[in-house]
């Protein structure tokens, strides 16, 4: 049966891995990596492996469950940060997770404390992005007790996460915090922190300037590796191959038509006031896939001259105009992948996904 297909070259992964995995070694930080963004596939993190990386990430402790049980021996942080109901599988699948609720740490602690094991944490610190954290000095001091009374937890780092909801970039200064709460909480509390945890892929800007602040040894990323991309700092990564994920759909009509619509102009399939730039007429090839299979706006048409044009729940419009005459139906288009276009394709029912190695 046709499908549309996913294609990871894992060579590409593997070599992309050992690149940032070195750079940051030697830099005394440890490279985590997010395995959220392929739904933890296991050929890709073996790609990893190979690369050598040996810390890995996800924000669903199902995929940590596939992963570990598909590759016995790994070890994982759990990144989201987990439901009460989740405590008893925070402690069975993760090695250690990102905290920030006196609720749910205490619900951790409890189920560590029934499975006999101590439970390593790191606390996050919000440091103006607004998603998860500790806000401010007097939360972390009513926190900070509190932990120390859950005998089935150990605080062992703090971490803080950025350009994801208020999309703010990393700085020396929102950085810089991690180092100095440590030492306050050491000192204060007698906690022993040794992990200072940032992120993600654009986190790795202050690395690259030499302007990490000393004391930061793990940085989350998934993104740099997998695409050689940052998309908060809006920039490639030079030196690291883009297109290790590629998006395969086939023609299935090829016409010329105006690039306005025509008739009176309601809502589109969303319920959004889409803006139709006249181009006059175009030569535009429909494939068959759509929203129900990957993110198309984080597609980009491979083939010389061709662009993505828009998407409905199962058909992507490529505008092949300027692709002198060789597109053909039943041709396969083929899509470099952003990040929200492997999110969806691995997670989607519907698309094939086919390992390449080299
Ligand atoms: C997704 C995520 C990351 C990784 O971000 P990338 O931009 O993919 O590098 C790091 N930390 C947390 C908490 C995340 O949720």
Same mark, same amino acid.
């Given at each position: 049966?046709?499908?549309?297909?996913?294609?990871?070259?894992?060579?590409?992964?593997?070599?992309?891995?050992?690149?940032?995995?070195?750079?940051?070694?030697?830099?005394?930080v440890e490279l985590t990596f997010v395995t959220k963004g392929f739904s933890a596939r296991p050929e890709v993190i073996r790609a990893a492996l190979a690369g050598g990386i040996t810390s890995f990430a996800d924000s669903r %402790? #199902?995929?940590i469950r596939a992963a570990k049980q598909a590759i016995p021996g790994l070890k994982y942080l759990l990144i989201r940060i987990p439901a009460i109901m989740e405590a008893e599988d925070v402690v069975r699948w993760a090695d250690w997770s990102l905290q920030s609720q006196i609720?749910?740490?205490?619900?951790?602690?409890e189920a560590a404390l029934r499975q006999g094991k101590i439970h390593p944490i790191i606390l996050m610190i919000d440091v103006g992005d607004l998603r998860e954290g500790v806000f401010g000095r007097a939360q972390l001091d009513e926190i900070a007790p509190q932990i120390k009374d859950c005998a089935g937890v150990e605080l062992v780092g703090l971490g803080t996460n950025?350009?994801?909801?208020?999309?703010?970039?990393?700085s020396v200064e929102n950085t810089a915090v991690l180092v100095e709460l440590r030492d306050y909480l050491n000192k204060k509390y007698g906690f022993s922190i040794s992990v200072l945890s940032a992120g993600g892929?654009?986190? %790795? #800007?202050?690395?690259?300037?030499?302007?990490?602040?000393a004391g930061i040894n793990q940085l989350r990323v998934g993104e740099a590796v997998l695409y050689g991309e940052d998309t908060t700092g809006n920039r490639f990564l030079e030196g690291y191959h883009q297109d290790a994920?590629?998006?395969?759909?086939?023609?299935?009509?090829?016409?010329?038509?105006?690039?306005?619509?025509?008739?009176?102009?309601?809502?589109?399939?969303?319920g959004d006031t889409p803006e139709y730039p006249d181009r006059g007429v175009r030569l535009r090839a429909i494939c068959a896939a759509g929203k129900q299979d990957v993110a198309w706006a984080a597609l980009t048409p491979m083939l010389p001259g061709a662009e993505m044009i828009g998407a409905s729940s199962d058909h992507l419009i490529v505008d092949v105009?300027?692709?002198?005459?060789?597109?053909?139906v039943g041709d396969w288009l083929t899509f470099r992948c952003g990040y929200m276009a492997v999110l969806d394709a691995t997670t989607s029912a519907y698309v094939d996904v086919q390992i390449r190695e080299g």
């Open positions: 049966m046709y499908a549309p297909i996913l294609e990871i070259d894992t060579k590409k992964v593997t070599e992309n891995a050992k690149k940032l995995h070195d750079f940051c070694a030697q830099r005394g %402790l #199902k995929n609720e749910v740490i205490r619900a951790v602690s950025v350009g994801c909801y208020g999309s703010v970039l990393p892929t654009c986190a %790795l #800007k202050l690395l690259e300037d030499g302007s990490m602040p994920f590629r998006f395969k759909a086939q023609v299935v009509e090829l016409r010329r038509k105006p690039s306005v619509p025509i008739g009176e102009l309601g809502r589109d399939g969303k105009e300027d692709c002198g005459g060789q597109v053909q």
